[in-house]
């Protein structure tokens, strides 16, 4: 690893990268607005070597799925088939304005309306959206399309939504948001939902409740029928969170367990591009009586075979989105969906299980599990044991990991689990570079504790100042 200096470090006086001819005959004033012409324009001087040397080798130090195994549990960083890109760049896709008519982008039109129609099959729902663009712009979504919903039927008194202790951040924050009261639902020694607190906490208030199955430990929700019927007795509504769908897609349908609504992350389960490498998409699909809320509008396919927006919706919660939607990424996710077809779905899901619980039982020789049962698509471990006798803890293994060149797990998540190490490989490592992988945290564990906690030692930045580097951000050059 190098410590690559800012471009603007770079910087020599008169070193240029380009030669421009002299403007030809109009003066630069008469071409500009005086607004934009500035005489003091603080750009780097480098050449043209300089500047590709420089991003070349900032992109030689980012790490990421292309590199190697990133087995950050919960996010389900899954390798991006280059098939995809092939298909969305293509010039029908990729030059669409968005503001084009529908008579001249018919095949386009086409795809969203059949990717709704796998996606609802794949819920086991009756309706879908497209316009939310990241799974918690599909949770706030969701929540929208159930508060229009109470609202319609005057039960405006219904302010409160259950959500377990093990939820991601985003449920009870983004139930917040939408303006509902947090009930919060403690799990129980199995590491799953306590039916008993949901039958406790469920009465005339409740909107609904946020499950995410399987769970953020991995597990699946054995009585996930039987809470479902809890929460629908009460006159609620059950909201999915579809982020482990990677799990059980192919295989299982919420819709059959009782939920009224779900968000996909088609950036997690359908292998479009994730976080930093590409915007995300969350679509949201919903039983039928959801669907005349939904977000307007929407792709219809009309009598004559073609296909329109439906913009006349009277009971639509209105846009989530300026367009509809990210398009390239839905173009990604229908590639992926129509290549490998059901058994294809259902073969991801098995694998990614399998994947999971062959780490679960091999880093499982030197680090303690969560909940030592067989997992999901992944399984929490834990550093408690190494931070009691070695001082050793969490955080130190994750830097640690980044020296054997392995992006970090998750790390202290789900908060109910102490030292949590959350992991998850996906379908998409081979059996060699999950043995690599044991192999690293095993020869972590048998290590020098002052080299661990002193860790990463082959990074360009070592040890950080955790809580300074989150509050005080440097992000910009200053000469």
Known sequence: MFDEPTIFERSRPGRCGINLPEADGAALETLLPGVALRENLPLPEVSEIDVVRHFTRLSQTNFGIDLGMYPLGSCTMKYNPRLHERVAALPGFADLHPTQSASTCQGALRLLYELQGYLAEIAGM?????????????????????????????????????????????????????????????????????????????????????????????????????????????????????????????????????????????????????????????????????????????????????????????????????????????????????????????AVAQNSVLNANYLRVGVGEKYQIAYPEPCMHEFVASATEQKKTTGVRTLDIGKRLMDYGYHPMTVYFPLIVPEAMMIEPTETETRETLDEFVAAMHAIAAEDPELVKSAPHTMPVKRVDEVRAARVLDIAWEG
């Open 126 to 346: 009756d309706a879908v959206t497209l316009q939310p663009v990241a799974g918690a712009h599909g949770e706030m979504t969701g929540l929208l399309l159930i508060r229009a919903y109470m609202r319609h039927r005057g039960e405006t008194a219904r302010t409160q939504i259950l959500v377990p202790d093990s939820a991601h951040g985003t449920n009870p924050a983004t139930a917040s948001l939408v303006g509902f009261e947090i009930v919060k639902i403690p799990s129980n020694a199995r590491g799953r939902v306590d039916v008993d607190a949901v039958r406790a906490a469920v009465g005339e208030r409740t909107a609904g409740m946020m499950m995410t199955n399987p769970n953020t430990l991995g597990l699946f929700e054995d009585q996930i029928a039987e809470i479902a019927g809890i929460v629908h007795d009460a006159g609620g509504l059950m909201y999915g969170d579809g982020a482990n769908m990677n799990a059980i897609v192919g295989v299982a349908r919420p819709g059959d367990m009782g939920f009224d609504a779900m968000h996909f992350n088609l950036h997690k389960t359908f292998t479009t591009p994730h976080g930093g490498g590409g915007p995300g998409s969350g679509p949201v699909a919903v039983k039928a009586p959801l669907e005349p809320f939904l977000p307007a509008p929407r792709v219809q396919r009309l009598d004559d075979g073609t296909y329109d927006w439906d913009a006349g919706r009277p009971e639509s919660i209105g846009r989530m989105h300026a367009f509809n939607g990210n398009f390239g990424v839905l173009v990604r996710a229908y590639t992926y969906i129509r290549t490998l077809g059901p058994d294809g779905l259902k």
